[in-house]
């Protein structure tokens, strides 16, 4: 399968939100346009966000621990610096989009 490179990234910051986390991703596969790629930028959470992270086998989906000392913009920052497309886009991972 050729790899395509990602017109859109989409960085998802997240911290012990693994029962959110879910759906948030999801909602970034479940899109009509699939021309993504997602970065998780983990802020070394202590519950199953990893585990959930895993759960999804889609080579599109990075994730990288951070520690942001309680400065998102840093996690984002780094999601920017990651990221390997013309555009980016923030979801937080206690949100989701709708298909379209």
């Known amino acids: ?10 960085v998802i910051p997240t911290y012990n939100q693994s029962l959110l ?10 899109q009509t346009f699939q021309k993504w790629e997602l970065i ?8 199953n966000t990893i ?9 599109r989906i ?3 621990n951070f520690a942001n000392h309680g400065v998102i913009a840093k996690s984002r920052n780094i999601g920017i ?3 390997k497309s013309k555009y980016i886009s923030f979801l937080d991972s206690d949100d989701f989009w709708y298909p379209k």
Not at 1 to 10: G, Q, R
Not at 51 to 56: D, E, K
Request: proline fraction near 2%; charge should be positive; charged fraction near 30%.
């Open 1 to 10: 399968m050729k790899k395509i490179k990602p017109l859109i990234t989409v």
């Open 21 to 30: 986390l879910r759906r948030a991703i999801q909602s970034v596969i479940s």
């Open 40 to 47: 998780i930028i983990n802020n070394f959470s202590t519950d």
């Open 51 to 59: 585990s959930i992270i895993n759960n999804f086998k889609d080579e």
């Open 62 to 64: 990075k994730v990288f």
């Open 81 to 83: 610096k990651k990221a």
